[in-house]
C-alpha cells in the first residue's frame, strides 16, 4: 500500500506572517534589506467562517469643536436690565435664575455687565489643542449578511480637551458660574472623559480582501461622564487645577460614523446633547483617525 504524502507549507526563515500580513525580508537593486506586504486572502477568507469578530484597543486621535445656539443677544438683554420686567421676544424678562438653556439661564451660568456682555468669541476654542483621544477596549461586529453588511459596536473611554483661546474660568458652586478672568492663561483647557458605547450599521465592499475594502459605519453612541477638571497656567498663579463637573451634562448622545479604506479609517462623531447641563448650549463634535486593533 502506497502511503500518502502530506506536504506541509511552512515559510522560509526571511518571512515573517502576523494574522493576515505576511511580510518577506529581501534585497532591492542596490543590495540593501528591503520589506515587501502581501495579504494572506486564506487567512481572511478563514476568518469569514466566523460571524462574531472581535478587535482589542482600538485607538482614536482627532480633534474636537463644537456648534454653538446660545442665546448670547438675549443674555446681553437680561444683564442690561437685571430688574425690569421688559419684554424680550414678546416675553416679559424674568428677573429670577433659571436653569435651561434659555437666555435667563445663559445669564446664571455666565454672568456679565451690561457694559462687557457676552458674546460667542469668549468661548472659541485652540482647535489644533483641543484634543479628542478614545480608546475602545473592545469592539465586535456582527455578521448580518454575507459579511457584507455588519453590526458593529464598541466599548471604551472617550477623552475630550477643549482648549481655550480667551481668558475665562470656571468657577465650581451652586451654581457653578464662569467668569471673565483677570489673567492671561498660556494654556486654559476643559478636559472631559466619558465611557461609551457606539452601536453601528457597517457595510464592507470586500470582506475577502480587507486591505481593498471600502468599508463606512453609521450609527448612535450613548455615554456617561466618569470625571472632569480644568487646568490653567499663568505667571501669575502657575498651575492650577480643579475637578468638579462644571455643570457638564451627565449624559451624552449622539451621532457617529466611520469611513475608511483598507488600514485607513476616519471616525466624526456629533453629540445631539449639549455639552453643558444649562446656559450655554454647545453641540461638541470630533474628527480624527482611527487605529485599527488586534
Same mark, same amino acid.
Given at each position: 500500500m502506497r502511503k500518502r504524502q502530506i506536504k506541509l507549507h511552512r515559510h522560509p526563515p526571511d518571512t515573517i506572517q502576523i494574522k493576515g500580513l505576511i511580510? *518577506?525580508? &529581501?534585497?532591492n537593486d542596490k543590495g540593501r534589506t528591503s520589506y515587501k506586504f502581501y495579504n494572506d486572502t486564506a487567512y481572511a477568507r478563514q476568518k469569514l467562517k466566523k460571524n462574531l469578530q472581535t478587535k482589542?484597543?482600538?485607538f482614536d486621535l482627532g480633534f474636537n469643536n463644537y456648534i454653538d445656539h446660545s442665546d448670547y443677544n438675549g443674555a446681553s438683554f437680561i444683564n442690561y436690565y437685571p430688574n425690569n420686567s421688559a419684554y424680550y421676544n414678546g416675553a416679559p424678562a424674568p428677573v429670577s435664575k433659571s436653569y435651561d438653556y434659555s437666555a435667563v439661564g445663559l445669564a446664571t451660568f455666565a454672568p456679565r455687565d451690561a457694559s462687557a456682555p457676552l458674546t460667542p468669541s469668549e468661548f472659541k476654542? *485652540?482647535? &489644533?489643542k483641543s484634543i479628542n483621544f478614545n480608546i475602545w477596549l473592545f469592539q465586535q461586529r456582527l455578521n448580518i449578511t454575507k459579511h457584507k453588511l455588519n453590526l458593529l459596536y464598541a466599548l471604551g473611554l472617550e477623552m475630550n480637551n477643549y482648549r481655550y483661546a480667551r481668558s475665562i474660568t470656571y468657577l465650581p458652586g451652586y451654581p457653578t458660574q464662569i467668569i471673565r478672568d483677570s489673567v492671561e492663561f498660556s494654556k486654559n483647557k476643559l478636559f472631559a472623559e466619558y465611557i461609551s458605547i457606539p452601536v453601528m450599521l457597517n457595510f464592507n465592499s470586500n470582506p475577502a480582501r480587507p486591505s481593498r475594502a471600502f468599508q463606512a459605519s453609521f450609527g448612535v453612541s450613548g455615554g456617561y461622564l466618569l470625571k472632569s477638571r480644568t487646568k490653567q497656567v499663568?505667571?501669575?498663579?502657575?498651575?492650577?487645577r480643579k475637578t468638579d463637573d462644571f455643570n457638564l451634562n451627565k449624559w451624552r448622545f449622539g451621532l457617529t460614523s466611520e469611513l475608511g479604506y483598507g488600514p485607513v479609517k476616519l471616525y466624526a462623531n456629533f453629540a445631539l446633547t449639549a455639552l453643558?447641563?444649562?446656559g450655554l448650549q454647545q453641540y461638541p463634535f470630533s474628527i480624527g483617525i482611527r487605529l485599527n486593533g488586534f
Open positions: 511580510i *518577506i525580508k &529581501g534585497k482589542w484597543f482600538v476654542l *485652540i482647535t &489644533g499663568s505667571e501669575e498663579r502657575g498651575k492650577v453643558h447641563d444649562y
